[in-house]
């Protein structure tokens, strides 16, 4: 109650007309008075209904109130969700209605939708930000300063500046986060700028030119072009420097990190390749279904955690990693099983054949599941992303996938070179009528290191599902990049097919950035023709009696 008594005292003016004495008396009375009223009709209405400055006054004294569904009403308002039947307003979110007064369950028939303007939706927000600031839900305080700092940088006025100075106050600034107290001050010096006081015009270009951000910077360069004051001109060309200087930097990590993703995916697509390409021999054309299957997969599995686990959905994407996985090898072991052993040492008809599979794999889904796109949806902690230097975002679903994939290589390294599996492969790889000999059963292990590297192919499925939509051709957009990769990296190299996926998606953005989209690739595969020309056994080449 404390806190909005004092943010409607900094509203009405009360602490500069009666003097601090004054404005805690004003504080006593508020809290009392809204410790004894409680929301009424005609306060709901007069908030829904009338002019907008009799609106936003009612709204004031709602806010001053402390009553819970007056703030359950402002808050309905801001979502739009706010109705009026004759003389009784109704909070309605999709087919449910209460009345905001009661509390008692309604039906919306015969109500009206409230009318609200922009003057109205700016007053509603600028409440809601000054109640969440000061509150104890630090999210909310983020998202309330993040929204106030952007109307200050849209829409700059007067009662925005109260609303911060409330907030960072001495006696409240205890209770705000450091990142939202951050943002409030960031906001306050967007303000300041505007200000004819030169000293706050100079303090705000000092502040600002620590924000590494393009709109601060729209925003100082429209300062300097009107400024008249040599030491304001002076800070605000300074300020401009350091953001720009901060712009390139965040613009260089973001590259970096993008180039790291790509990288990371490329490598996904590319691990099961490798061992189905590099230690086979197997030219698989329908490797890219392999990882449309894992990704439909997942969306199999978020639609059965949605329909029977709806309170365990968070978790339906470490559900969906052994059902891709599975899923993949078994079509690649029957692939191997019903085509490609037979094709064993004829590159030409290997490829043609698993061509024609994939094509078959493709009409299956769209059979199955239409040839439209499905959406597969982020679980909440792969939402969002973390903010770093200011202007830059890395999604939280990117840096989750890096992860995965450094997981990924990790147990494929040691499935290679600690397992009985991996023993087997390797042995059959580089000499399959010795394998023979010392009683492998070579066709068994083929099928397999086939059915491993489709799994795996799975596995990429399931990362590529959460960073766009699943569909039909969702894997022939990788098995060309899958193929350069292994090739460049050095056949039935895995530590060239890391070098070489995270060496591609760096190279790819930044010439992306420079050149574009279309560029970067072309410009990428003449570098991997280039370099295939001068070493074609690619960045690490086989040795010894492996070779």
């Not at 008075?33 to 709602?62: K, N, Q």
């Not at 599975?326 to 590159?347: D, F, K, N, Q, T």
């Amino acid at each position: 109650m404390r806190w909005r008594c004092e943010w409607v005292v900094e509203r009405s003016g009360w602490a500069r007309w009666g003097g601090m004495w004054g404005a805690w008396w004003l504080c006593l009375v508020l809290a009392w008075t809204g410790a004894a009223h409680a929301l009424s009709p005609e306060d709901a209405l007069a908030f829904a209904e009338g002019d907008t400055a009799d609106r936003i006054a009612a709204m004031e004294r709602l806010a001053a109130s402390g009553d819970p569904r007056a703030e359950a009403l402002i808050r309905a308002m801001a979502r739009e969700a706010v109705k009026v039947r004759g003389e009784q307003v109704l909070i309605v979110e999709g087919d449910a209605a209460i009345d905001a007064v009661t509390g008692a369950a309604e039906t919306a028939d015969g109500a009206a939708s409230v009318m609200i303007n922009n003057r109205l939706r700016g007053a509603v927000q600028r409440t809601l930000a000054g109640m969440d600031l000061l509150g104890d839900d630090v999210r909310r305080q983020r998202e309330a300063a993040l929204r106030l700092r952007a109307s200050v940088f849209n829409q700059p006025d007067e009662s925005q500046l109260a609303v911060i100075e409330n907030a960072l106050a001495p006696e409240n600034a205890h209770r705000l986060d450091d990142r939202a107290r951050r943002t409030l001050e960031q906001a306050r010096a967007a303000l300041w700028l505007g200000s004819g006081d030169a000293a706050l015009r100079l303090a705000a270009a000092q502040a600002l030119g620590e924000v590494g951000q393009t709109i601060v910077r729209s925003k100082l360069a429209r300062q300097l072009e009107v400024e008249t004051e040599p030491t304001v001109r002076v800070a605000l060309s300074q300020a401009l420097s350091r953001v720009d200087a901060a712009l390139v930097r965040s613009q260089v990590a973001g590259q970096l990190f993008t180039g790291l993703s790509l990288g990371s995916i490329l490598l996904l697509a590319a691990l099961g390749l490798a061992i189905t390409y590099g230690l086979m021999g197997v030219i698989n054309m329908a490797h890219g279904e392999l990882i449309m299957i894992g990704a439909y997969a997942t969306y199999v599995v978020q639609g059965l955690f949605r329909q029977y686990l709806p309170g365990a959905f968070d978790w339906y994407v470490l559900a969906a990693l052994p059902v891709a996985f599975l899923m993949s090898a078994l079509v690649g072991a029957v692939m191997e099983r019903g085509v490609i052993r037979w094709l064993y040492g004829r590159p030409l008809e290997t490829l043609l054949a698993t061509w024609g599979l994939s094509l078959i794999l493709m009409q299956g889904v769209r059979s199955l599941f239409g040839a439209q796109n499905v959406a597969v949806e982020n679980p909440s902690w792969m939402s969002g992303g973390v903010v770093v230097m200011g202007n830059l975002t890395l999604p939280w679903n990117r840096i989750v996938i890096i992860g995965f994939a450094v997981a990924v290589l990790v147990a494929v390294a040691l499935i290679i070179s600690r397992t009985r599996l991996g023993l087997f492969v390797r042995g059959v790889t580089q000499n399959r009528p010795i394998a023979a000999c010392m009683g492998v059963n070579t066709a068994r292990v083929d099928t397999y290191a086939f059915a491993l590297g489709s799994g795996i192919a799975g596995l990429a499925g399931v990362a590529l599902s959460q960073i766009g939509n699943v569909g039909p051709d969702l894997g022939q957009g990788y098995i060309i990049d899958s193929f350069m990769v292994v090739v460049l990296g050095g056949v039935g190299q895995l530590a060239g097919t890391v070098y070489a996926a995270l060496g591609l998606g760096l190279l790819n953005k930044f010439i992306e950035g420079w050149a574009g989209a279309v560029l970067a690739k072309i410009a990428v595969l003449v570098f991997i023709i280039v370099f295939i020309q001068k070493r074609p056994q690619g960045i690490f080449a086989l040795k010894g009696r492996q070779a």
